[in-house]
């Protein structure tokens, strides 16, 4: 008996039983975000925000990009992504008057205008590394 169906699904419920994973799938639906920009908005430190990711990742619910020493996260493209639109849209209609995720969505529109390179240098200053 074959339950592959059966282990994603589960691996995908347990990747949205946490808050900040369901707040990061709801940033990127807006599009490729560093995780710098992610690490912004939810106030979150590097560790919390990769393991996130990682965990996302792992269920499929998000793609990566590497590009030298950063990180971009997107949701999946293709056949994948249209096997996710209705989750998507129900987390969408779900949480459309939900005040963190628009604290996050007016939040997100101010870190995309600063560059990420002088978001991390802050991030880093703040964290007390140089």
Same mark, same amino acid.
């Given at each position: 008996?074959?339950?592959?169906?059966?282990?994603?699904? #589960?691996r995908?419920? =347990?990747a %949205?039983?946490?808050v &900040?994973?369901?707040?990061?799938?709801?940033?990127? &639906?807006? /599009?490729?975000?560093?995780?710098?920009q992610?690490?912004?908005?939810?106030?979150?430190?590097? *560790? $919390?925000? *990769? @393991?996130? #990711?990682?965990?996302?990742?792992?269920a499929?619910?998000?793609?990566? +990009? @590497?590009?030298? +020493?950063?990180?971009?996260? &997107?949701?999946?493209? /293709?056949?994948?992504?249209?096997a996710?639109?209705?989750?998507?849209?129900?987390?969408? $209609? $779900? #949480?459309?008057?939900?005040?963190a995720?628009?604290?996050?969505?007016?939040?997100?529109? @101010?870190?995309?205008?600063?560059p990420?390179? =002088?978001?991390? +240098?802050?991030?880093?200053? +703040? %964290?007390? @590394?140089?």
């Open positions: 008996m074959n339950h592959q169906a059966l282990r994603d699904t #589960l995908i419920t =347990k %949205l039983a946490d &900040q994973r369901v707040r990061i799938l709801m940033l990127l &639906q807006g /599009g490729e975000l560093c995780v710098c992610i690490m912004e908005v939810l106030g979150l430190a590097p *560790s $919390t925000v *990769s @393991k996130h #990711l990682a965990l996302l990742h792992a499929g619910l998000v793609d990566v +990009r @590497k590009a030298g +020493r950063w990180a971009y996260f &997107q949701l999946p493209g /293709g056949a994948a992504r249209a996710l639109r209705p989750l998507l849209q129900w987390l969408q $209609t $779900t #949480l459309a008057g939900d005040d995720i628009g604290a996050d969505a007016q939040k997100l529109h @101010k870190v995309v205008a600063c990420p390179l =002088k978001l991390a +240098r802050q991030q880093r200053r +703040r %964290l007390g @590394k140089t």
